[in-house]
């Protein structure tokens, strides 16, 4: 005989709860990527991405590093939630898993702060004309 | 717990290609992830000074890692149709299943239209500025 009650029992199970904004935000950070990506690709294809000071400038010119935060921004949360769902769906061992879901979020938050420091750091020394 | 069985188990269906559109999905997804630490290095480099660019440049430029480039950029293209196709999906259209084998090949054609487009410009024309 058990003393839980059948309350106790139940409660806690079922799903996280979670799924719908996992999805939602997968969908939202998607439709964000379209431009976002494009604008990049173009700009990358512009410049001659070998010269420092002119890649430099193109970074803190204008508009340019608020699109490239926003950018850093949806790639990495896009990515950190496929990645994600691939783990879950690939990784059997309960272990392994959980181990690999942590160290996931982990390397995209590391991802998205060193990359938005570089920007700023690019933007907050480096003089545009204009 | 029981051993439930879980989403991915393929070996019980028929191949039809518009698996490989989706499983290619997922790989093109990964393939970026792994280029993510690439730009995030090649902005620090820039951020930290001129010889550390020159170092990042002097390995992004070699001829394996060109390869890679354009690995990323096929992967970009191919993710980028798909993606739009699945968000097309998500507004509840294109679900039948002819319509998903033939926007499986549009999407297979326009991602191979846009790699050699961007690819042409990026590795071989240029763009005067």
Redesign the interface.
């Known amino acids: 005989m058990s003393l839980r009650s059948p309350l106790g029992k139940v409660l806690g199970r079922g799903s996280a709860k979670q799924g719908v904004s996992h999805w939602w935000v997968q969908r939202v950070t998607a439709v964000a990527l379209v431009p976002l990506t494009l604008w990049f690709v173009f700009q990358l294809i512009h410049l001659p991405t070998a010269d420092f000071d002119s890649v430099r400038q193109w970074a803190a010119e204008g508009f340019n590093p608020v699109l490239l935060i926003l950018l850093i921004g949806a790639m990495t949360w896009h990515s950190a939630l496929g990645a994600q769902v691939v783990i879950e769906d690939y990784v059997p061992h309960k272990g392994a898993k959980v181990a690999a879901l942590l160290a996931n979020n982990l390397l995209h938050v590391v991802i998205a702060v060193t990359a938005v420091y570089a920007v700023l750091r690019i933007a907050f020394t480096t003089f545009t004309a204009g | 717990m029981r051993q439930r069985p879980?989403?991915?188990h393929l070996g019980i269906y028929r191949f039809a290609y518009t698996m490989a559109t989706s499983i290619a999905h997922?790989a093109s997804?990964?393939v970026?992830?792994a280029g993510?630490?690439v730009?995030?290095w090649w902005?620090?480099a820039?951020?930290t000074g001129?010889e550390s660019?020159?170092a990042a440049?002097a390995v992004?430029?070699s001829g394996l890692v060109q390869w890679l480039l354009a690995a990323w950029?096929l992967a970009?293209c191919y993710h980028?149709c798909n993606?739009?196709r699945?968000?097309n999906w998500?507004l509840g259209r294109g679900l039948e299943k002819e319509q998903a084998r033939r926007s499986a090949a549009v999407v297979v054609a326009a991602t191979l239209l846009l790699a050699v487009l961007?690819g042409y410009?990026?590795f071989f024309a240029?763009?005067p500025?």
């Open positions: 879980l989403s991915p997922r997804g990964l970026m992830s993510l630490i730009l995030t902005l620090l820039a951020a001129p660019f020159a440049v992004l430029g950029l970009f980028l993606g739009l699945h968000l998500d961007f410009v990026a240029g763009v500025r």
